[in-house]
């Protein structure tokens, strides 16, 4: 896969007394706000996952996964990972599972342009 | 380094080792050190966005940090692209007038404090707002030239617009950067072949080669192709990969470049591949680069490697083929 293309990023997935926590890459090659990121749908081990209650974390801040769309000064460095944090989820440390992510972006300087980047790894669940 | 031009130079974007910066193999210290230590500047090209954490406001203690970066390199900051970020919630009105220009000048202070001299731009300023930003841009002394990109192209409508408003200004700090991708003589095969490891039929590739011959704006053309191959099966996936090409290549006469040299402040040497025997497999250098030379050009061009859009070759091998071949053009 190209690195342009992941979203699933190296920190994986981990086990949080918060819930569930997902490593993202953002698939482009430049910064972009978080308002042009459009998140999931995301599943496990091949169900879908609910993320109505779902949050963003990054450099150290988290929001509502719901209000992505109106972080337009907020950027995602194009090298860090950004954490999609999952409250109702658990697993145990050590366990393995299939995780499918997509993000869609808008690149916010042409017009029309909206990229699709379905991404699925078996990743093992750290403790954290 | 060069102090007194008398032709075009060459450089390198740092945009050419997209995948090597992505991947964390090098930071933006250790990136700078491998690409003066191959020799591949000293003109340098670094999208704000991609290398700057900060970017858009940097801060006094960043910009010491880059200054330092290149005081150990001998490294020579020519240009920062910035971006015309209008559209920062997809599917909803482009932002107010007001706050693009404020972004742009966010964007400029910060070119200005790291040393740059110049900015690239972006047609997604509209072109009303540039008697705003131009005496900004006089007040920092600081130039910015808009990149003709794939779609535009020198007779493109968009094109004309601005530069009956640059005759309008008038003025030294704004003008042009042609980025070659809009003057393609072909989809680059590697990037066909990239669509092909994805999936893509040749049926698809066909239909692709026909749509993109065509007028109109890149995302209407993508339109135009997913419209025919959806219903056929083909999958999203396949279709994005054929769509690429719409976005960044377009296939216009590479002799039109000439009527922008006047005003060319500075060049994306766009390519794909460039052979062991120097020649770029989509773009007419041969007759693109002499314009240039022969029109007066002193500025820079940087080499501007796009391949990593969808393969995974050497970027520094290729930068270092296309400044040779860029030598073996203009005889320097």
Request: glycine share 8%; with cysteine.
């Amino acid at each position: 896969m190209l690195p342009v293309e992941r979203v699933i990023g190296e920190e994986g997935l981990a086990a949080t007394a918060g819930g569930l926590k997902l490593a993202m890459r953002l698939p482009w090659y430049r910064s972009l706000p978080f308002s042009v990121v459009e998140v999931g749908p995301l599943s496990i081990d091949g169900e879908a996952v609910d993320l109505s209650d779902a949050l963003i974390e990054y450099n150290g801040e988290q929001w509502p996964l719901s209000q992505n769309g109106e972080k337009v000064d907020t950027f995602w460095f194009i090298r860090d990972s950004a954490f999609l944090v999952l409250p109702s989820l658990k697993a145990d440390a050590g366990s393995a599972h299939e995780v499918s992510l997509n993000l869609f972006i808008s690149p916010p300087y042409i017009p029309g342009m909206r990229r699709t980047n379905p991404q699925t790894s078996t990743l093992i669940v750290e403790a954290a | 380094m060069t102090t007194t031009a008398t032709g075009p130079q060459t450089g390198v974007t740092l945009y050419s080792f997209t995948n090597e910066f992505l991947t964390r193999q090098f930071e933006l210290d250790t990136l700078m050190a491998e690409v003066a230590k191959r020799g591949l500047g000293p003109n340098i090209e670094i999208i704000g966005f991609q290398n700057f954490r900060e970017f858009p406001d940097v801060s006094d203690r960043f910009a010491d940090e880059f200054k330092q970066m290149l005081a150990d390199t001998g490294l020579n900051p020519v240009s920062c692209a910035i971006n015309s970020d209008r559209f920062l919630k997809p599917g909803a009105q482009p932002i107010e007038d007001a706050a693009l220009v404020e972004y742009h000048k966010r964007q400029l202070r910060s070119a200005k404090k790291l040393g740059f001299s110049l900015v690239r731009y972006q047609f997604a300023l509209p072109v009303h707002l540039l008697p705003e930003i131009a005496p900004y841009a006089e007040e920092l002394d600081i130039r910015m030239g808009v990149e003709v990109h794939a779609p535009m192209w020198a007779g493109h409508p968009a094109v004309q617009a601005y530069g009956e408003m640059y005759d309008k200004l008038n003025t030294p700090y704004l003008g042009w950067i042609p980025d070659f991708g809009g003057t393609a003589s072909r989809i680059p095969e590697s990037m066909l072949d990239a669509a092909r490891a994805k999936g893509a039929k040749e049926d698809l590739l066909d239909k692709l080669k026909e749509v993109w011959l065509e007028d109109g704006m890149s995302h209407e053309k993508a339109g135009r192709l997913r419209e025919w191959a959806a219903p056929k099966g083909h999958s999203p996936l396949e279709i994005q990969a054929a769509c690429l090409a719409f976005f960044i290549l377009s296939n216009h006469d590479p002799k039109s470049w000439a009527a922008l040299v006047d005003r060319t402040i500075h060049i994306h040497g766009k390519f794909y591949g460039v052979s062991e025997d120097l020649v770029e497999e989509a773009i007419d250098y041969d007759t693109i680069l002499p314009l240039f030379k022969d029109g007066g050009f002193t500025g820079t061009m940087v080499s501007e490697w796009e391949g990593h859009a969808y393969d995974m070759r050497d970027a520094f091998e290729q930068v270092r083929r296309h400044q040779a071949m860029a030598r073996r053009i203009w005889g320097s």
